[in-house]
Protein backbone atom coordinates (compact mmCIF):
# COMPACT_ATOMS: atom_id res chain seq x y z
CA UNK A 1 0.00 0.00 0.00
CA UNK A 2 1.40 3.07 -0.72
CA UNK A 3 -1.26 5.68 -0.01
CA UNK A 4 -0.63 8.87 2.12
CA UNK A 5 -1.91 8.13 5.91
CA UNK A 6 -2.39 10.93 8.32
CA UNK A 7 -3.96 10.20 12.01
CA UNK A 8 -6.07 12.29 14.00
CA UNK A 9 -5.90 12.65 18.34
CA UNK A 10 -7.63 14.72 20.47
CA UNK A 11 -5.60 16.65 23.31
CA UNK A 12 -5.31 14.34 26.58
CA UNK A 13 -6.95 16.14 29.71
CA UNK A 14 -4.58 14.25 32.37
CA UNK A 15 -0.93 13.43 32.18
CA UNK A 16 -1.51 10.27 32.07
CA UNK A 17 -3.44 10.78 28.67
CA UNK A 18 -0.60 12.91 27.81
CA UNK A 19 1.99 10.20 28.41
CA UNK A 20 -0.14 7.15 26.81
CA UNK A 21 -0.53 9.54 23.80
CA UNK A 22 3.23 9.73 23.56
CA UNK A 23 3.40 6.14 23.29
CA UNK A 24 0.50 5.68 20.73
CA UNK A 25 2.26 8.07 18.33
CA UNK A 26 5.62 6.97 18.22
CA UNK A 27 3.87 3.38 17.57
CA UNK A 28 1.91 4.85 14.76
CA UNK A 29 5.10 6.90 13.75
CA UNK A 30 6.56 4.19 12.05
CA UNK A 31 3.62 4.49 9.48
CA UNK A 32 5.01 7.68 8.38
CA UNK A 33 2.23 9.60 8.23
CA UNK A 34 1.70 12.92 5.95
CA UNK A 35 0.63 14.91 8.96
CA UNK A 36 -1.08 14.56 12.33
CA UNK A 37 -3.77 16.80 13.25
CA UNK A 38 -5.01 17.75 16.83
CA UNK A 39 -8.98 18.52 17.35
CA UNK A 40 -10.28 21.40 18.69
CA UNK A 41 -13.58 21.40 21.63
CA UNK A 42 -16.75 22.82 21.27
CA UNK A 43 -16.08 26.74 21.19
CA UNK A 44 -12.68 26.35 21.55
CA UNK A 45 -12.53 24.80 25.00
CA UNK A 46 -9.60 22.95 24.45
CA UNK A 47 -7.38 25.30 22.55
CA UNK A 48 -4.17 25.27 25.02
CA UNK A 49 -4.17 21.44 24.98
CA UNK A 50 -4.62 21.42 21.16
CA UNK A 51 -1.94 23.70 21.05
CA UNK A 52 0.11 22.23 23.32
CA UNK A 53 0.16 18.99 21.81
CA UNK A 54 0.43 19.90 17.89
CA UNK A 55 3.62 21.89 19.35
CA UNK A 56 4.78 17.99 20.73
CA UNK A 57 4.17 16.61 17.24
CA UNK A 58 6.34 19.16 15.67
CA UNK A 59 8.77 18.71 17.78
CA UNK A 60 8.76 14.73 17.73
CA UNK A 61 9.90 16.26 13.31
CA UNK A 62 6.27 15.61 12.44
CA UNK A 63 4.00 17.46 10.40
CA UNK A 64 1.47 18.96 12.75
CA UNK A 65 -1.99 19.91 11.71
CA UNK A 66 -3.92 21.90 14.16
CA UNK A 67 -7.88 21.93 14.29
CA UNK A 68 -9.06 25.43 14.19
CA UNK A 69 -12.92 26.55 14.70
CA UNK A 70 -14.62 29.75 14.37
CA UNK A 71 -18.09 29.54 15.61
CA UNK A 72 -18.54 31.78 18.54
CA UNK A 73 -15.10 33.83 17.29
CA UNK A 74 -14.30 36.84 16.10
CA UNK A 75 -12.00 38.34 13.97
CA UNK A 76 -9.30 39.68 16.82
CA UNK A 77 -9.51 36.27 18.45
CA UNK A 78 -8.85 34.10 15.08
CA UNK A 79 -6.09 36.92 14.06
CA UNK A 80 -4.27 35.71 17.01
CA UNK A 81 -3.99 32.34 16.94
CA UNK A 82 -3.00 31.61 13.53
CA UNK A 83 -0.08 34.60 14.68
CA UNK A 84 0.28 31.96 17.67
CA UNK A 85 0.25 28.84 15.46
CA UNK A 86 2.44 30.47 12.44
CA UNK A 87 5.26 30.94 15.34
CA UNK A 88 5.25 27.44 16.49
CA UNK A 89 6.39 26.55 12.99
CA UNK A 90 2.26 24.91 12.27
CA UNK A 91 1.81 25.21 8.69
CA UNK A 92 -1.61 22.99 7.89
CA UNK A 93 -4.95 24.01 9.57
CA UNK A 94 -8.21 21.83 9.33
CA UNK A 95 -10.35 24.84 9.53
CA UNK A 96 -14.52 24.10 10.40
CA UNK A 97 -17.25 25.85 11.74
CA UNK A 98 -17.30 23.71 15.03
CA UNK A 99 -19.84 23.27 17.79
CA UNK A 100 -20.61 25.69 20.56
CA UNK A 101 -20.77 24.42 23.97
CA UNK A 102 -24.38 23.63 24.95
CA UNK A 103 -26.85 26.37 26.01
CA UNK A 104 -24.40 28.74 23.82
CA UNK A 105 -26.24 30.74 21.18
CA UNK A 106 -24.64 31.17 17.47
CA UNK A 107 -22.61 34.91 18.12
CA UNK A 108 -19.15 35.59 16.68
CA UNK A 109 -18.06 36.97 13.54
CA UNK A 110 -18.19 34.03 11.14
CA UNK A 111 -21.30 31.81 10.44
CA UNK A 112 -19.54 29.35 7.95
CA UNK A 113 -16.86 27.74 7.65
CA UNK A 114 -16.16 28.74 3.85
CA UNK A 115 -16.13 32.31 6.18
CA UNK A 116 -13.41 31.33 8.02
CA UNK A 117 -11.68 29.82 5.11
CA UNK A 118 -11.82 32.82 3.18
CA UNK A 119 -10.44 34.86 6.50
CA UNK A 120 -7.05 32.43 6.76
CA UNK A 121 -6.14 33.04 3.26
CA UNK A 122 -6.59 37.29 3.04
CA UNK A 123 -4.67 36.74 6.55
CA UNK A 124 -2.25 34.32 5.44
CA UNK A 125 -2.30 34.31 1.89
CA UNK A 126 -0.02 30.52 1.65
CA UNK A 127 1.27 30.27 5.33
CA UNK A 128 -0.96 27.54 5.68
CA UNK A 129 -2.04 24.33 4.03
CA UNK A 130 -5.82 24.24 4.51
CA UNK A 131 -8.15 21.11 5.19
CA UNK A 132 -11.98 21.18 5.10
CA UNK A 133 -14.31 18.87 6.79
CA UNK A 134 -16.48 16.83 3.96
CA UNK A 135 -19.68 14.56 4.58
CA UNK A 136 -20.34 11.74 2.12
CA UNK A 137 -23.89 11.05 4.08
CA UNK A 138 -24.74 14.73 4.38
CA UNK A 139 -24.25 16.81 7.30
CA UNK A 140 -26.87 16.13 9.51
CA UNK A 141 -27.84 19.47 10.25
CA UNK A 142 -28.22 20.23 6.12
CA UNK A 143 -31.29 21.18 4.50
CA UNK A 144 -30.69 18.88 1.93
CA UNK A 145 -28.37 16.81 0.33
CA UNK A 146 -27.47 19.50 -2.78
CA UNK A 147 -27.55 22.47 0.12
CA UNK A 148 -24.81 20.44 1.73
CA UNK A 149 -22.48 19.50 -1.62
CA UNK A 150 -22.82 23.48 -2.27
CA UNK A 151 -21.87 24.08 1.41
CA UNK A 152 -18.44 21.90 0.55
CA UNK A 153 -17.86 23.90 -3.07
CA UNK A 154 -18.14 27.00 -1.31
CA UNK A 155 -15.04 26.02 1.46
CA UNK A 156 -13.10 25.04 -1.09
CA UNK A 157 -13.61 27.77 -3.40
CA UNK A 158 -12.46 30.04 -0.56
CA UNK A 159 -9.22 28.91 -0.47
CA UNK A 160 -9.35 25.42 0.98
CA UNK A 161 -6.31 23.03 -0.29
CA UNK A 162 -8.23 19.55 -0.05
CA UNK A 163 -10.73 17.78 2.43
CA UNK A 164 -11.14 15.06 4.79
CA UNK A 165 -14.68 12.94 5.18
CA UNK A 166 -16.48 12.05 8.18
CA UNK A 167 -16.28 8.66 8.57
CA UNK A 168 -18.50 6.25 6.78
CA UNK A 169 -18.81 2.41 6.48
CA UNK A 170 -20.22 2.16 2.74
CA UNK A 171 -17.36 3.30 0.01
CA UNK A 172 -20.14 4.41 -2.52
CA UNK A 173 -21.59 7.04 -0.74
CA UNK A 174 -17.89 8.22 -0.72
CA UNK A 175 -17.45 7.48 -4.44
CA UNK A 176 -20.91 9.24 -5.40
CA UNK A 177 -19.99 12.50 -3.13
CA UNK A 178 -16.67 12.86 -5.17
CA UNK A 179 -18.52 12.66 -8.59
CA UNK A 180 -20.67 15.18 -7.88
CA UNK A 181 -18.08 17.73 -6.01
CA UNK A 182 -16.35 17.11 -9.12
CA UNK A 183 -18.96 18.13 -11.38
CA UNK A 184 -19.57 21.39 -9.36
CA UNK A 185 -15.67 22.45 -9.92
CA UNK A 186 -13.95 20.61 -7.25
CA UNK A 187 -11.20 18.81 -7.87
CA UNK A 188 -9.18 19.40 -4.90
CA UNK A 189 -7.92 16.11 -3.10
CA UNK A 190 -11.24 14.09 -0.92
CA UNK A 191 -9.28 11.96 1.52
CA UNK A 192 -11.81 9.58 3.22
CA UNK A 193 -11.82 9.38 7.04
CA UNK A 194 -11.78 5.71 8.88
CA UNK A 195 -12.69 5.03 12.09
CA UNK A 196 -11.31 1.66 13.48
CA UNK A 197 -14.36 -0.32 15.01
CA UNK A 198 -12.98 -1.22 18.63
CA UNK A 199 -16.38 -0.85 20.74
CA UNK A 200 -19.57 -1.15 19.65
CA UNK A 201 -21.52 1.15 22.30
CA UNK A 202 -18.97 3.92 21.15
CA UNK A 203 -19.45 3.43 17.74
CA UNK A 204 -23.16 3.85 18.13
CA UNK A 205 -22.68 6.71 20.01
CA UNK A 206 -20.43 8.43 18.06
CA UNK A 207 -21.89 7.44 14.50
CA UNK A 208 -25.91 8.71 16.14
CA UNK A 209 -24.15 12.11 16.57
CA UNK A 210 -22.83 12.78 13.80
CA UNK A 211 -24.64 11.18 11.15
CA UNK A 212 -22.62 8.50 10.00
CA UNK A 213 -24.43 5.56 9.03
CA UNK A 214 -23.77 2.06 10.33
CA UNK A 215 -24.74 -0.46 7.87
CA UNK A 216 -27.62 -3.10 9.09
CA UNK A 217 -25.13 -5.86 8.79
CA UNK A 218 -22.91 -4.40 10.58
CA UNK A 219 -25.09 -2.85 13.63
CA UNK A 220 -26.51 -6.62 13.41
CA UNK A 221 -22.94 -8.00 13.94
CA UNK A 222 -21.89 -6.21 16.49
CA UNK A 223 -25.70 -6.87 18.73
CA UNK A 224 -24.73 -10.56 18.40
CA UNK A 225 -21.24 -10.02 19.72
CA UNK A 226 -22.71 -8.62 22.76
CA UNK A 227 -19.78 -7.71 25.38
CA UNK A 228 -17.78 -9.88 23.43
CA UNK A 229 -14.97 -7.19 23.05
CA UNK A 230 -12.31 -9.64 21.40
CA UNK A 231 -14.82 -10.95 18.51
CA UNK A 232 -15.82 -6.78 18.23
CA UNK A 233 -12.34 -6.09 17.67
CA UNK A 234 -11.57 -9.33 15.13
CA UNK A 235 -15.09 -8.35 13.24
CA UNK A 236 -13.75 -4.64 13.25
CA UNK A 237 -10.54 -5.27 11.97
CA UNK A 238 -11.74 -7.42 8.90
CA UNK A 239 -14.58 -4.79 7.49
CA UNK A 240 -12.49 -1.49 8.21
CA UNK A 241 -9.33 -3.41 6.21
CA UNK A 242 -11.61 -4.72 3.35
CA UNK A 243 -13.15 -0.85 3.29
CA UNK A 244 -9.62 0.48 3.19
CA UNK A 245 -8.53 -2.23 0.82
CA UNK A 246 -11.68 -1.16 -1.85
CA UNK A 247 -10.77 2.60 -1.55
CA UNK A 248 -6.95 2.28 -1.95
CA UNK A 249 -8.02 -0.16 -5.03
CA UNK A 250 -10.14 2.85 -6.25
CA UNK A 251 -7.04 5.41 -6.28
CA UNK A 252 -7.97 7.68 -3.06
CA UNK A 253 -5.35 10.44 -2.00
CA UNK A 254 -4.86 8.81 1.29
CA UNK A 255 -6.68 7.64 4.46
CA UNK A 256 -6.88 9.97 7.67
CA UNK A 257 -7.39 7.22 10.74
CA UNK A 258 -9.80 8.66 13.76
CA UNK A 259 -7.04 6.87 15.80
CA UNK A 260 -9.31 7.53 19.57
CA UNK A 261 -5.56 8.23 21.21
CA UNK A 262 -5.25 4.54 20.02
CA UNK A 263 -2.84 2.87 18.18
CA UNK A 264 -3.30 -1.04 17.99
CA UNK A 265 -6.28 -1.02 15.69
CA UNK A 266 -5.08 1.37 13.40
CA UNK A 267 -1.93 0.17 13.13
CA UNK A 268 -3.14 -3.79 12.68
CA UNK A 269 -5.28 -2.50 9.39
CA UNK A 270 -2.45 -0.05 8.13
CA UNK A 271 -0.12 -3.61 8.01
CA UNK A 272 -3.05 -5.61 6.76
CA UNK A 273 -3.01 -3.20 3.70
CA UNK A 274 0.59 -3.79 3.49
CA UNK A 275 1.77 -6.00 0.82
CA UNK A 276 2.98 -9.27 1.45
Known amino acids: ?30 FKPEFCSVTFGA ?10 TVGEILAEEVDAASHFSCVGASKTTVREQLAALR ?53 PQAKSAAADLQAFAAKVKAGANSAITQYFFNADAY ?23 TSSTQLMRFSDAC ?45 HFYTMNQSAATAEILRRLQPV
Do not use: N
Open 1 to 30: MTVAVSFEFFPPKTPEGAAKLRLTRQDLYG
Open 43 to 52: GGSTQEGTFG
Open 87 to 139: AMGVRRLVALRGDLPSGYGMGGEFHYASDLVAFIRAETGDAFHIEVAAYPEIH
Open 175 to 197: FRFVDDARRLGVDEPVVPGIMPI
Open 211 to 255: GAEIPRWIRLRLQGFGDDTDSIKSFGLDVITALCDQLCTAGVPGL
